[in-house]
């Protein structure tokens, strides 16, 4: 069974720093990962999707790294800014089926 | 166009009543799936449709919970009896095609608490 852990569980960092989230999961046998965000009390909002043949993506200041054979994604956000705070998730889709398994994510706090 | 809709976006049920929860997935979009998250989880996967045809419901926590898809488009996920634990977030997500690597986009859910 594919599980997905992500650390640390909380950050909070002043505004205008580098920052790195980190998902890992068990089974490397995967078709792809996404990373998303998710404010207080709403959904789920797509961020980066990288599939299994690539290594990374880039959108804006977000970076996500992916390393299957270890099992390994990184988030990177760089200059973060206050609105970045939010909680992030990482879930995979793996090679038996359709379904995205979710880490439970990182809560971050960008103070100003 | 729009993207993906559900309603209602907050329900409070009595413990035993029976409620349905309603998912309308983009335009087009062949596979819709629903999650449930826990407060302070990470959303965990219930039941996946393809079309009309339910192809997965393995994660569907017991048989009070039944998913159904009966044109192609609209979902609805009902509880029956509920119990204070199925208090939490239930999300959709649609894709475009059944092909394993598109992206699933989510609504913004539907708040369920069980008194």
């Known amino acids: 069974k594919q599980e997905v852990t992500q650390i640390p569980a909380a950050l909070s960092v002043p505004e205008g720093e580098n920052l790195v989230l980190n998902c890992s999961f068990t089974?490397?046998?995967?078709?792809?990962l996404q990373w998303f965000r998710q404010d207080p009390g709403k959904g789920l909002t797509s961020l980066l999707l990288i599939q299994s043949s690539q290594r990374e993506q880039t959108s804006g200041r977000l970076n996500a790294s992916l390393d299957k054979s270890s099992g390994r994604s990184t988030l990177y956000i760089a200059a973060s800014q206050p609105g970045d705070s939010a909680t992030y998730l990482c879930a995979v889709k793996g090679a038996s089926g359709s379904r995205l398994t979710f880490g439970e994510g990182t809560q971050l706090t960008v103070n100003p | 166009g729009a993207g993906v809709s559900q309603s209602p976006r907050y329900k409070v049920a009595k413990r035993g009543q029976d409620v349905a929860l309603r998912c309308d997935p983009i335009?087009?979009?062949?596979?819709l799936f629903w999650y449930q998250q826990a407060l302070g989880q990470g959303p965990e996967f219930l039941t996946y449709?393809?079309?009309?045809?339910?192809?997965?419901k393995s994660g569907l926590p017991s048989d009070r919970f039944f998913a159904e898809r009966p044109e192609g488009s609209v979902s609805t996920l009902k509880i029956q009896r509920t119990q204070q634990e199925d208090s939490a977030v239930y999300l959709c997500?649609?894709?475009?095609?059944?092909?394993?690597?598109?992206?699933?986009?989510f609504g913004p859910g539907t708040r369920l608490t069980v008194l």
């Open positions: 449709f393809q079309n009309e045809a339910q192809l997965d």
């Open positions: 997500a649609s894709s475009e095609t059944y092909i394993l690597y598109n992206e699933q986009f």
């Open positions: 089974d490397s046998a995967i078709y792809n």
């Open positions: 335009s087009g979009h062949v596979s």
